[in-house]
């Protein structure tokens, strides 16, 4: 079976500092991954997703996430944080099948 | 072109009565999912639907839960006799194929509340 785990329900970071939201999964066969952010009350977005290929993935809004197959990482950076990041971000894993398997959700809050 | 359509936004039922959920794809799109939030939690997959066909409804609860996608029309989740744990975001979610390599498109939400 599938699972995602992120690590930490609640990251806050100065505006401009560096986001980094973990996640690991768990998958029996080659996963692909994703990253979705959900504004309060409104749905989910993609920020940007792995397949296959270039194991360094850009995404919307100047987030990046590296999927390393060792660690069974897809951890969410991005370099200087802006009031306008602050949501949730939930990290997804598809095993090749059509569900997407969500973590938890980790809440950003970015102060001033 | 516009994105996933769910309505109601917001709704209420008491206890025992029934809801029904609307779903429209966006254009193009033949795969429907619904997801349900609950507080705190991520999104837990419910049932995956094509066009007059469910494909997998291994996250459905096994009473009371019943998903379609008519081949006209919007896809319908409908929750008979509602209690109180029931009380959640449901989310709809579509892909124009379903391959797993497409990303699915998430739609607003519709919050149902059970009084």
């Known amino acids: 079976a599938q699972s995602v785990t992120q690590l930490g329900s609640h990251v806050s970071v100065s505006e401009g500092a560096l986001v980094l939201l973990r996640c690991n999964y768990s998958?029996?066969?080659?996963?692909?991954l994703f990253w979705y952010v959900q504004y309060p009350n409104q749905g989910l977005q993609l920020l940007l997703k792995y397949t296959t290929g270039a194991t360094l993935v850009k995404g919307i809004n100047g987030f990046e996430a590296e999927f390393k197959k060792s660690e069974t990482s897809f951890h969410l950076t991005k370099p200087s944080a802006h009031m306008s990041d602050a949501a949730e971000y939930f990290c997804?894993?598809?095993?090749?099948?059509?569900?997407?398997?969500f973590g938890k959700g980790t809440k950003l809050t970015v102060n001033p | 072109n516009a994105g996933v359509m769910q309505n109601p936004r917001h709704l209420v039922r008491r206890r025992g009565q029934e809801a029904r959920l609307r779903c429209s794809p966006m254009?193009?799109?033949?795969?429907v999912y619904w997801y349900r939030q609950l507080p705190e939690e991520g999104l837990k997959f419910m049932v995956y639907?094509?066009?007059?066909?469910?494909?997998?409804e291994s996250g459905m609860p096994k009473e009371r839960f019943s998903a379609e996608f008519p081949k006209e029309g919007p896809s319908i989740l409908r929750i008979q006799q509602v209690v109180r744990g029931d009380s959640a975001a449901y989310f709809c979610?579509?892909?124009?194929?379903?391959?797993?390599?497409?990303?699915?498109?998430f739609g607003p939400g519709t919050r149902l509340t059970v009084t």
């Open positions: 639907l094509q066009k007059e066909n469910i494909i997998d």
């Open positions: 979610a579509s892909s124009p194929m379903g391959t797993g390599d497409y990303e699915q498109y």
């Open positions: 998958s029996s066969v080659p996963p692909y």
């Open positions: 997804a894993v598809s095993p090749r099948s059509e569900k997407l398997v």
């Open positions: 254009k193009g799109h033949s795969h």
